[in-house]
């Protein structure tokens, strides 16, 4: 199964995510949507699972949890923005989930990829809608296959800016 992992839109969809999510069949969301339309605009791809951030307004709050956990191909997922920790850390929110084989966030917008305790693959895509901090706008994709570890890239998006 191939994971499409993007967070941190704030209302824009960057036109390269559609080729980079062209073969996934989930998409997660870690939250700063944006708006609605965001996730119908990511529904046409694939099914997706989002959070609400600390910058989505009611709309995608009424709409969305804080925290999502699924199960796909046997791996215990867990999808948070991740501001209730202030600034996330992978060990922060392994304490938080420990449950959790893999854990996807965003909010710091920072692309991350890595492994807690040796068997926690933990994921912030980095932000893929309007570009902060000076950091590329990126995306990420999670290979997951029964039995053996998940494998994970993050993917930066082509410096496209509309503003």
């Known amino acids: 199964m191939r994971l499409g992992v993007i967070s941190d839109t704030h209302g824009l969809l960057r036109p390269e995510v559609f080729d980079v999510f062209a ?3 989930h998409i997660l969301h870690g939250g700063d949507v944006g708006r609605p339309a965001i996730l119908e605009k990511l529904g046409t791809i694939a099914p997706v699972t989002a959070v609400y951030g600390n910058t989505d307004g ?5 709409r969305l949890p804080q925290v999502a956990t699924i199960e796909l191909d046997g791996f215990t997922i867990v999808v948070t923005h991740g501001d209730q920790f202030g600034s996330p850390t992978p060990e ?3 304490a938080a989930f420990p449950r959790a084989e893999i854990i996807v966030y965003g909010h710091t917008h920072r692309p991350l990829l890595t492994l807690v305790d040796v068997v926690v693959t933990v994921m912030n895509p980095g932000g893929a809608g309007p570009r902060r901090f000076d950091l590329p706008p990126s995306v990420g994709i999670l290979e997951l296959e029964p039995g053996i570890p998940p494998r994970g890239r993050l993917v ?3 410096p496209f800016d509309p503003e």
Do not use: K, S
């Open 23 to 25: 073969e996934v069949d």
């Open 156 to 158: 930066p998006l082509t």
């Open 58 to 62: 009611g709309d995608i709050r009424d």
């Open 92 to 94: 922060r929110l392994q």
